[in-house]
């Protein structure tokens, strides 16, 4: 039985968190301050720790820094004082969750349910193997029944079991981290924990930190000895999204992490072992990526041993009902509403083309549900609204275009277009990644490469 430690020094607030953790069939116990959440963490060893931030003993983030105690407890934080500063510095500090006091019965369970999963024997993973999953709606953390996602299932129930690492592919929106964490919950791992690193959204300057960790004054700033990312999913599995963004200079460091086990804090000359599962990610073509400069080939080979590919919602629109109904019953367990959709809504659904994936259809079903009046969801509020494209031309191209040399590397023509679209908008970021159609994040890190 997974337990919860509470430590929360209203005592009231203590005790209704923990009649709803006993609630979900979790052992519960309640400190009301770091004292004695210490002592009981010293005597079990909680799955999770609901942790104040204010307690009259001091800050609940000190306990971050005791890593024998905590070892492998997931924590969130608690705080009736919510400011960004606190919320960034928690995760930094490895929380997984951030909630704003007072919280509520959905909050908590819906923390619950991520947190605290059932553990998987395995007689259970064989019993969901491929030849059964279509019993049902989904798979896993996956939603649908369509032959392409059957393929998907098929082949996450034979590799989930072992220790190889997984090579996810697919448009952005398709589920891929939800593919990953499929896995991880089906491996002999899934009581360990899971952490995704979105590689595009991590500046440059800092990404091989929050991966690896640093040493105190290993830089300006650090002031503290940080875990990285391979030191916190010890034992369990590291998600890492759009691998292709990753710095070539630290895909060198990750492609030794894979071929060795082993990993240096910057600002270390110590080597620390880390036994971690890795499941990548890229939304990319990883081959055309290759040839642009994005991907060490030499990580190719090793990320790609198990290849999945997800599929876009548009080769399996028979699953837009499954989805749609999946999505509008989560709306309801987090709202305390459920609405449905009319047939001429589904229909509508159903026609759809889905560019975004499957995030573009939640995305709608969650505008759909607030506008509509009553318990039915019309098509009046289907239509996904679509951000202005521009129009070619002059207004988005520079005067006289590009001159490309047949036989340039594609770095080099990526290079020349993006600096040639930034120098025709004046240097205005926002434009330029808006005409290219990347983020601007993506166009940030391209610029940095350049050295500008």
């Known amino acids: 039985m997974a ?16 009649t709803l953790v006993a609630g979900q069939g979790c052992s ?8 004695d959440a210490r002592r009981q963490m010293a005597m079990q060893q909680p799955d999770l720790v609901l942790l104040d931030l204010h307690l009259p003993d001091g800050s609940g983030l000190s306990l971050f820094d005791e890593h024998d105690l905590l070892g492998q407890s997931e924590v969130v934080l608690m705080t009736g004082h919510a400011s960004l500063e606190t919320s960034i510095e928690a995760l930094r500090r490895g929380a997984i969750d951030y909630l ?20 998987r024997t395995a007689g259970s993973l064989r019993s969901a193997a491929p030849h059964g999953v279509a019993d049902g709606d989904g798979f896993g953390q996956l939603v649908g029944r369509s032959e392409a996602m059957q393929l998907v299932y098929a082949q996450i129930a034979r590799v989930a079991g072992t220790a190889i690492t997984v090579f996810l592919t ?18 002999r791992r ?7 690193v979105n590689c595009g959204a991590i500046s440059p300057h800092l990404i091989e930190s929050e ?12 002031d503290r000895q940080h875990q990285g990312f391979f030191e916190r999913a010890h034992g369990g599995t590291l998600f890492l999204d759009e691998i292709t963004e990753m710095p070539l200079a630290l895909q060198v460091k990750l492609l030794r992490v894979l071929e060795t086990g082993t990993f240096m804090r910057v600002g270390s000359t110590v080597a620390q072992e880390t036994d971690v599962r890795v499941v990548a990610a890229s939304n990319r073509d990883p081959c055309e990526a290759v040839s642009a400069g994005a991907l060490r080939e030499d990580l190719l080979y090793r990320l790609n041993v198990f290849p999945i590919h ?36 589904l229909a509508r659904l159903a026609q759809q083309r889905w560019p975004g994936n499957v995030r573009e259809l939640r995305n709608v079903l969650q505008r759909a549900w607030v506008m509509a009046d009553g318990d039915d969801i019309t098509e009046q509020w289907l239509s996904a609204p679509r951000p202005p494209q521009p129009t070619p031309g002059p207004a988005c191209l520079p005067p006289g275009g590009v001159g490309i040399a047949l036989g340039t590397p594609l770095s080099a023509v990526e290079r020349q277009v993006i600096l040639a679209t930034l120098e025709h908008f004046g240097h205005q970021k926002e434009r330029t990644a808006a005409a290219l159609g990347v983020s601007l994040k993506t166009l940030y890190n391209r610029l940095k490469e350049y050295g500008i």
Not at 213 to 218: N, Q, R, V
């Open 3 to 18: 337990h919860t430690l509470i430590v929360e020094d209203d005592a009231d607030s203590a005790r209704m968190m923990a």
């Open 28 to 35: 519960a116990a309640t400190a009301p301050s770091l004292r």
């Open 100 to 119: 704003v006091k007072p919280v509520s019965a959905l909050q908590l369970q819906d923390v619950l349910a991520r947190v605290m999963r059932p553990q």
């Open 170 to 187: 697919g448009e952005t929106g398709t589920g891929k981290e939800l593919a990953a964490r499929t896995v991880h919950d089906m491996s």
């Open 190 to 196: 899934c009581t360990k924990p899971f952490l995704a």
């Open 211 to 222: 991966i690896f960790g640093h040493e105190k004054g290993s830089f300006t700033g650090a």
């Open 310 to 345: 997800l599929p876009p919602l548009r080769e399996r629109l028979g699953d837009v009902p499954l989805l749609a109904r999946h999505f509008l019953q989560q709306l309801a367990q987090r709202e305390g509403l459920l609405r449905r959709l009319t047939p001429a809504a």
